[in-house]
Each structure stands twice: as structure tokens, then as C-alpha cells.
């Protein structure tokens, strides 16, 4: 289990998130999701270096084949790092990759998308592609054991067993609830939608819509 708990001043306000938020252009959205970002790896690099048995490792990717939910502010975040960040080739690979499984998931249900095992299109040779501005829920997922996550990969059927449950670590799932609410919380306030949408869905918007 991990030992100290790092200082809850690390938790962004939902005033501070609201004052971020205000900004809704690309930049805006950047800055904003990397400040939530920079929370979350905080806390993580706390945990660990308090020797939380935290078992993601580089490379290991059986959660980015996982439905992502994002927020909006996210998804431009993502837009705006594919086509300032990333060489041309690489943007055009990665947003084909995008339309194609938006257009695969437009077909599935939910629960039938959590279970196909697609591969995020950010996922380049067992990395993400846009880690510095990866979503929350994806840096928020962690597990205490790879072959947990490797049996959820390999039975997606399983899914919502206690065969596939997820070992996780309470002080960081607390945390990341606590930084989702404050979110929520502080994109309300300013008036923003504080839904999210499917990854690969609300990117290609943006993709269509640029
Ligand atoms: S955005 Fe990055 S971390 Fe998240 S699922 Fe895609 S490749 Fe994985």
C-alpha cells in the first residue's frame, strides 16, 4: 500500500479549474488539461516514490485498447497537440487512425466497444503519442498487478467479473474521484458541459470541423 499522502493542496480547486476553463480556446483547453494532468502525475510520482507497488511500466499497453471517455477541453487539448506537435506524417497517420475507429465504435454500443479491445489511435509502438496531453482517465488508470490487466485483455467477456477487477490503489483512486468532481465542478461554474465524450468520436469533430 502506498505510505504518505502527498499534500491535498495538490488538488486543483474547482475556482482554479473554473478560471482555466474560462479560455476555451485550443491554447486555453491545453493549458487547462495539462494543469489536471500535472496534478495527477504529482500524485503519482508521490505515491511511487513512497514505493506504491504501482506496476505500469512503458510499453505496457492493455489499457489504451480500453473505451476512453474524454472531456471536451480534452479533446481539443489532443486536436491542438496533433497538429502543432506532431511532424505531418505522423498527425495524418494518427487522425486516420481516428476516423477509422470513430466510424468502427459509431457502430457498437458501449458495453460492445469496451469488450473490442480497439486500439487508441494515439497508441504508436507501445506509446501514446500525445502523453504530454493525454487524457485524466487515462493517466488516472493504474493497476497493482500486470497480469490482471493482461487476463482483462485477453477475456474481454470477462468484463465487470471478479475475474478482470482491476487492483488498484485507494488513495489514488480517491484522489483522481476528488480531481474528476473538482472538474466537473469547476467546468459547471463557468459554464461549460462537463460530459464527456468517446475519444475517438469527439476528436473527429474537431478533425472534420478544423
Ligand atoms: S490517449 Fe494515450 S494513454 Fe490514453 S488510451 Fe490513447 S494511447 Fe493510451
Redesign the pocket.
Given at each position: 500500500m502506498a505510505g504518505a499522502i502527498a499534500s491535498p493542496a495538490a488538488l486543483p480547486a474547482p475556482d482554479a479549474i473554473g478560471q482555466l476553463a474560462a479560455d476555451s480556446t485550443p491554447a486555453g483547453c491545453d493549458a487547462l488539461a495539462r494543469h489536471l494532468l500535472g496534478a495527477l502525475d504529482a500524485r503519482f510520482a508521490a505515491e511511487r516514490a513512497a514505493g506504491a507497488p504501482i506496476a505500469c511500466v512503458a510499453g505496457c499497453?492493455f489499457?489504451?485498447?480500453?473505451r476512453?471517455g474524454v472531456f471536451p477541453h480534452e479533446a481539443a487539448a489532443?486536436h491542438r497537440y496533433l497538429r502543432t506537435r506532431l511532424s505531418p506524417s505522423e498527425a495524418t497517420a494518427i487522425e486516420q487512425r481516428i476516423l477509422g475507429n470513430a466510424a468502427r465504435i459509431d457502430a457498437l454500443s458501449a458495453d460492445e466497444h469496451r469488450r473490442a479491445n480497439i486500439?487508441?489511435?494515439?497508441?504508436?509502438d507501445g506509446?501514446?503519442?500525445?502523453?504530454a496531453v493525454?487524457?485524466q482517465?487515462?493517466?488516472a488508470?493504474h493497476s497493482t498487478s500486470r497480469p490482471h490487466c493482461e487476463y482483462a485483455y485477453e477475456h474481454p467477456d470477462d468484463m465487470g467479473t471478479p475475474k478482470n477487477a482491476r487492483p488498484a490503489l485507494l488513495e489514488l483512486k480517491l484522489f483522481s474521484a476528488a480531481l474528476l468532481d473538482n472538474t466537473r465542478a469547476g467546468l459547471g461554474a463557468v459554464g461549460l458541459p462537463a460530459a464527456k465524450g468517446e475519444?475517438h468520436q469527439l476528436l473527429r469533430d474537431l478533425i472534420e470541423g478544423a
Open positions: 499497453t489499457c489504451c485498447h480500453q476512453v489532443l486500439a487508441c489511435a494515439f497508441l504508436q506509446r501514446c503519442s500525445a502523453y493525454r487524457p482517465a487515462c493517466a488508470y475519444l
